[in-house]
């Protein structure tokens, strides 16, 4: 079955543009996360997304956010950017139930580039 | 709070033996998992572990498990090329595992 296709692959913007990537997970799964990928910092956990509504959520500023469509499709927002934000965006998707593995499947991420 | 630490790089010749360990805080996982990041892509789970195991073994990898210590480790046996890439260690509780910050394995001739 497909995995979890992530778009755009690359994007280029400039500070205080806003910016905003979409996930759609495997079918049948209804949990999508997002994290953020530097050098620096590594995988930070950005928010979670199950049947629609945020069920977690990293240490982002408020100009993160998210939102996930009744198709389970994700989309998260960054507003304002700063140069900071450049970065590999990553989606996963998961199952979310009770007594599986919480095995994450990622799509190849969006990275975002900021001038 | 949750931590996870790795040592950042391994350089290995090969068809060596390569181990790469990581530290934990968290007693309560349930699973603690290895995920391989290849360069351009996502991450992929290569191999997780239930906590009330010390040990399993998946042709080439072998995971250990110290929960005194929670000290996890991955051993990669004859290491080929293609083995290069950034491998993350995970512990998983809830729904939300808490990542290292990924062990960059360099293969070499």
């Known amino acids: 079955k497909a995995g979890v296709t992530q778009t755009p692959r690359y994007l280029i913007k400039t500070r205080g543009q806003q910016v905003t990537l979409s996930c759609s997970p495997i079918?049948?799964?209804?949990?999508v996360s997002w994290y953020q990928q530097t050098p620096g910092q590594g995988l930070q956990f950005l928010f979670e997304?199950?049947?629609?509504?945020?069920?977690n959520k990293g240490n982002f500023p408020g100009r993160f956010s998210g939102r996930q469509f009744s198709n389970s499709r994700s989309e998260m927002n960054v507003s304002t950017l700063e140069l900071g934000d450049s970065a590999l965006y990553l989606c996963?998707?998961?199952?979310?139930?009770?007594?599986?593995?919480?095995?994450?499947?990622f799509g190849e991420g969006s990275r975002l580039t900021v001038l | 709070g949750e931590d996870v630490e790795q040592s950042l790089f391994l350089s290995v010749r090969e068809g060596d033996s390569s181990v790469i360990n990581c530290t934990y805080t968290?007693?309560?996982?349930?699973?603690l998992y290895w995920y391989k990041q290849e360069p351009g892509a996502g991450l992929q789970l290569l191999t997780y572990?239930?906590?009330?195991?010390d040990m399993k073994q998946d042709q080439r990898l072998t995971v250990l498990l110290n929960k005194k210590d929670k000290h996890l480790s991955l051993r990669i046996a004859d290491t080929q090329t293609g083995d290069s890439a950034i491998y993350f260690c995970?512990?998983?509780?809830?729904?939300?595992?808490?990542f290292g910050r990924g062990t960059s394995l360099i293969v070499h001739p």
């Open positions: 996963a998707s998961s199952r979310r139930t009770g007594g599986n593995t919480g095995e994450l499947f």
């Open positions: 079918s049948g799964h209804r949990s």
């Open positions: 997304y199950f049947s629609e509504t945020q069920r």
């Open positions: 968290d007693s309560s996982s349930t699973y």
């Open positions: 572990i239930f906590s009330n195991m």
């Open positions: 995970a512990e998983g509780g809830s729904y939300i595992p808490t």
